[in-house]
């Protein structure tokens, strides 16, 4: 382990190659630091001093679900659950009026155009039937909850994501295999080029470099 | 097996299965004792008696039929989540091998009373006697024979070959349980679909409905789910298994509660119930028409509200799962509705004559309400309207008793955890995402 106060890390210090090239080039700006750990239990920890410290803009990137990940970082719970729940009340109430307009209602509408619900008698059950209702409101409700789900899920990951800062660096590819990074963002109040680095280094990070954006 | 080992709780049940059995069981003995008796001195028939005796036989049963069902399901899945709590679902799926001396009265009652029509059917009914083949008594015997047989076997193979691999931890044991498993889910599926079918349905041989089978198995999910989250919960609360089940496994519990016993139990309720309303036919809509009348439409909605919505939007969330002190007290309630599903299920007559006598359905209305059956005289209130009696909650508290007290002794020298099962670290290593 090496010692934060000294300012002297044993860890490897670099910066991708076109960073270097193009370091005085006011035009390209620092994404974050990349730092890299060798075990699922260093990110962890890392992870935990991570959070304490107060930054709010970062992640960890792993080759698979590191458990108790989430309450190391300190990330609360999802709000896409209310979501959903939003979601399919919503097909709920749209299976409803639908079939209440389209049935039992005798009024015109404006939907784009003018449309006129009728009372329609089928089998000789009352016009506003109970019983058949549901098939079309539970399906609606389904419908919208699932697919509300995977697309508010993509727009809270803000996905797709076609780009990634990371993507640049070589040493990132081992994410998907047997290394797991910490990245802070350039744009976290915390954040100082040269504090943050050292901070990085002082968790045991085996390297960190320098992401451009 | 450095997670299984960490662990320092009492993992036996100890002298409380033989406490479970002198508090539980024989007070559970006494009370259907109480009920018989409380038969014989009363004007009770014994066909009304063994009425609520079967509601009280099918409650048990298909909490010992769901504790099969869930132990035959994760071997087949090869779950590594619910290694923790398969023992107690092992156990009271083990039940099944002595339940058959319960279902005796039953057996009985099919000679000796008129508690199942086809066994007395008179020589013009053309329809009945056509469904002879299948529903008489020795054919009905033999069929029950062979459910118990079956049941009691499979439940004997996995709870044998479990508690055997806690002394070994032989892997290999696992891969068995699992061949196995293929073939007993479907084995399973058959008997318990032609059980109810032979022992609820036929209670009115001249209705049907192919959703019957399903209907009594989302319910007896319903019924041991909730009794599984109970008795994990108790064993816990007597200070036994305190590490290795957590909330974690309480969540999923939950969920499997909320899949299997309330949504899949509304999907299915809902879709026999539209199906005879909206083809209309007279011989499928009268087993549902005495349940839309006077007390029974009580209990209708009841389960609407009190087995479907209610149940839903408590364990929709994630959180009252993970809420190891509320998930209990929701079973609890769980298991009373579960009583008067099986109650609604088994009870009520089927109104034939009442419906024969009259033309449309507002003066069915009015007959229930004030007429009176021209053949014997007594109003058709007094026949077809709910009438708890004491003795019904006596069967279900004494049936009840008895298996769950009985429940603890075949698994009294074994762990309350499977604990050579290969799997066992990861189950309770754990968590949901």
Same mark, same amino acid.
């Given at each position: ?30 994404? #974050? ?5 060798? &075990?699922? =239990? @260093? ?6 001093? *991570?959070?304490?410290? %107060? /930054? ?38 749209? #299976? ?5 307009? &389209?049935? =039992? @209602? ?6 784009? *155009?003018?449309?006129? %619900? /009728? ?95 | ?433």
């Amino acid at each position: 382990m090496n010692d934060p106060g000294t300012g002297v890390a044993p860890a490897t210090h670099e910066t991708s190659q076109s960073s270097a090239q193009r370091s005085d080039d006011e035009s390209v700006r620092l994404y #974050g630091l990349l730092a890299e750990f060798e &075990t699922p =239990a @260093a990110i962890y920890a890392a992870a935990e001093r *991570v959070r304490d410290a %107060g /930054y709010r803009w970062w992640d960890c990137h792993t080759p698979f679900p590191v458990h108790g990940l989430d309450r190391a970082m300190g990330i609360r719970n999802t709000i896409l659950p209310w979501l959903v729940l939003g979601a399919g009340a919503t097909g709920t109430m749209i #299976g409803f009026v639908l079939q209440w307009f &389209t049935n =039992a @209602a005798s009024f015109d509408l404006w939907a784009f *155009v003018w449309v006129r %619900g /009728y009372e329609f008698l089928v089998s000789g059950k009352p016009i506003l039937s109970g019983p058949v209702y549901p098939i079309v409101m539970f399906e609606l409700t389904i419908l919208l909850a699932a697919v509300g789900c995977v697309v508010m899920m993509f727009g809270l990951n803000k996905l797709p994501m076609l780009y990634h800062p990371c993507f640049k660096s070589e040493r990132f590819r081992r994410a998907s295999d047997d290394r797991f990074f910490i990245v802070i963002e350039a744009r976290d109040p915390k954040f100082y080029r040269h504090k943050t680095e050292a901070f990085l280094d002082s968790l045991g990070a085996t390297a960190v470099e320098e992401l451009e954006s | 097996m450095t997670t299984t080992e960490r662990c320092n709780e009492n993992r036996q049940l100890g002298d409380l299965a033989a406490r479970a059995v002198v508090f539980i069981a024989l007070p559970g003995a006494l009370l259907v004792a109480l009920g018989i008796l409380m038969t014989f001195k009363s004007d009770l028939t014994w066909e009304r008696f063994l009425r609520g005796y079967v509601a009280a036989f099918c409650f048990v049963l298909t909490i010992c039929l769901g504790g099969l069902f869930f132990t035959i399901l994760q071997h087949l899945s090869r779950a590594g989540w619910s290694v923790a709590v398969r023992r107690v679902a092992e156990a009271l799926a083990a039940n099944l091998r002595w339940i058959w001396i319960l279902f005796i009265p039953i057996a009985i009652g099919m000679y000796k009373t008129h508690l199942y029509e086809w066994t007395h059917v008179p020589p013009d009914d053309e329809l009945l006697g056509n469904k002879e083949i299948f529903l008489n008594p020795t054919f009905w015997m033999i069929r029950a024979a062979f459910y118990f047989a079956v049941w009691g076997g499979l439940a004997h193979f996995f709870l044998r070959n479990s508690i055997a691999q806690d002394a070994d931890g032989d892997p290999k044991t696992t891969l068995r349980m699992a061949r196995v498993a293929a073939p007993a889910m479907i084995v399973y599926a058959l008997t318990q679909s032609f059980a109810v079918i032979d022992w609820v349905m036929s209670l009115e041989p001249k209705w049907f409905s192919t959703m019957f089978g399903v209907y009594f198995f989302a319910a007896s999910c319903f019924g041991f789910l909730a009794t599984l989250i109970l008795v994990c919960y108790l064993l816990q609360r007597s200070g036994r298994v305190t590490e290795s089940i957590t909330a974690e496994h309480y969540q999923d519990m939950g969920k499997f509660l909320f899949a299997f016993g309330v949504v899949f139990w509304a999907y299915i309720a809902y879709s026999q119930y539209m199906l005879i309303w909206y083809a209309d036919i007279p011989e499928e809509t009268t087993w549902f028409i005495v349940r839309q009348l006077g007390g029974w439409r009580g209990l209708s909605i009841l389960l609407i509200l009190g087995h479907f919505v209610g149940p839903f939007l408590l364990l929709l969330s994630r959180h009252p799962k993970r809420w190891t002190n509320v998930l209990p007290a929701i079973c609890v309630w769980m298991l009373f509705i579960h009583f008067i599903d099986m109650y609604w299920l088994v009870l009520p007559e089927y109104p034939a004559e009442l419906v024969a006598s009259v033309s449309t359905y507002p003066q069915l209305i009015e007959a229930f309400e004030n007429g009176i059956d021209p053949a014997t005289g007594i109003p058709w209130l007094a026949r077809y309207d709910m009438h708890p009696h004491l003795a019904d909650a006596c069967c279900l508290l004494g049936l009840a008793g008895i298996v769950l007290g009985l429940t603890g002794l075949s698994v009294r020298n074994a762990s309350l955890i499977p604990i050579g099962d290969p799997r066992l670290p990861e189950s309770l290593a754990f968590e949901n995402f």
